[in-house]
């Protein structure tokens, strides 16, 4: 039996990078920490689930339309995408969540030798796709824990192509103003596209963030990510898609694999944009709360807070978060280590039911040492 001769098949930057390991199915953790029950607070899931009218085309999806390819451009997804948003439908490319899309826009600018530029402590999937694709990820520090611009663009140069800036920022919550996005983009100007990821925006309740979407006709070089894994409670289904100028969109559909957002998905993700029963500010107001409930008690036990917008905080420890994670998984509570987001002894939370935070306390003061 011959091996395959890895060292010559796999390029040198799939062979140096290091994999995702995803974490094990909720059953096999509670078994490990023998926890009877589990608050899911790492992944910043809607606690209220998918807006009613998007449970109800899951709860009736036909059996048998499993058989069926779905359509393979989300069809009729785009069309009120397009409504809803004031854009053309050919402008929405709709992926197997907002992780494809980033897939799509490096593919489809980059090639070897160029680099993409972004924050130290954001998102990582950004960076990742971009080095185990062999391209150049240039990670600027965060600033006073938002997006620093005037870094951004001295760290661009004619190989650039790619700018991601996440608004408002997983995990710090900080965000840029109209403003200041417009001021950005103004500068970087026509030869490099600017990426906004906006995971989180319908979390956002501030006058002055900017809906990207609104500034595409102005700015051709820009592309938005928008998801329906967070406000919208489908992050099992995988679904999230991508907006931008028509010639800019015609470019990046070329990378796109179809048929990989399936049929429940793109049913239920319809019916969740076309949801009236209030969903959207039921969430927003149980994230307000547990946000401010939180802070204050965190800050009580006199532990550093990063908060802002979005559906998480982060918290600094007094001890190791890898530990904290296992010692809060024996009590039944999953939380983030942020290591991997380069903010070694923080922990991110999830703002949820008051009595998953109300756990999640308790067994914080138990471990504290
Ligand atoms: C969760 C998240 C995404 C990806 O979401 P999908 O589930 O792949 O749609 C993208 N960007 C940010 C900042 C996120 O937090």
Redesign the pocket.
């Known amino acids: 039996m011959t091996q395959p001769n890895l060292d010559r098949l796999v390029p040198a930057y799939v062979r140096e990078f290091e994999p995702y390991i995803p974490s094990k199915p909720d059953a096999e953790l509670m078994k490990l920490y023998g926890c009877p029950r589990l608050f899911r607070l790492n ?2 899931e809607n606690p209220l689930g998918p807006p009613p009218a998007a449970q109800e085309v899951i709860r009736r999806f036909p059996p048998s339309q499993g058989a069926l390819y779905p359509s393979g451009d989300s069809y009729y997804l785009r069309q009120a995408i397009g409504e809803i948003q004031g854009v053309d439908p050919d402008q929405v490319l709709v992926g197997n ?4 899309v ?1 897939a799509f826009v490096i593919k489809a600018f980059c090639e070897p030798g160029d680099n993409i530029v972004t924050a130290d402590r ?2 990582a ?1 950004y960076e990742w796709v971009a080095v185990f694709s062999g391209i150049e990820a240039r990670v600027i520090p965060l600033k006073d824990e938002g997006f620093d611009d005037a870094a951004m663009l001295a760290a661009s140069d004619e190989r650039t192509k790619v700018l991601f800036v ?1 608004n408002p920022n ?1 995990p710090t919550g900080s965000y840029w103003s109209r403003e200041k996005l417009t001021a950005f983009l103004d500068a970087v100007g026509g030869e490099r596209i600017v990426v906004v ?1 906006e ?2 925006c319908e979390f956002v309740e501030k006058e002055d963030f900017p809906n990207g979407i609104s500034l595409l006709k102005a700015y051709p070089n820009l592309v938005v ?1 928008r ?4 406000m919208y409670g489908l ?1 099992a289904l ?3 898609y991508l907006v931008g100028a028509p010639e800019v969109v015609d470019m990046i559909r070329r990378t796109c694999v179809v048929y990989s957002v399936n049929r429940v998905a793109q049913e239920a993700a319809l019916a969740a944009l076309k949801d009236d029963t209030g969903h959207v500010q039921r969430t927003r107001d149980l994230v307000r709360e547990s946000r401010a409930f939180l802070r204050e008690e965190l800050e009580k036990l006199r532990l550093p807070v990063i908060a802002g917008e979005g559906n998480y905080l982060i918290v600094k420890l007094p001890l190791s978060d890898t530990l904290a994670y296992r010692k809060l998984m024996r009590e039944g509570i999953m939380i983030r280590p942020m290591t991997g987001f380069r903010y070694p002894n923080h922990i991110r939370i999830t703002l949820g039911l008051p009595e998953a935070m109300e756990a999640f306390l308790a067994a914080l003061k138990e471990i504290l040492p």
């Open positions: 992944n910043n969540g907002a992780n494809e980033i954001t998102f999937v996440c997983n990821d995971a989180y990510f998801t329906f894994s967070k992050a995988r679904i999230g």
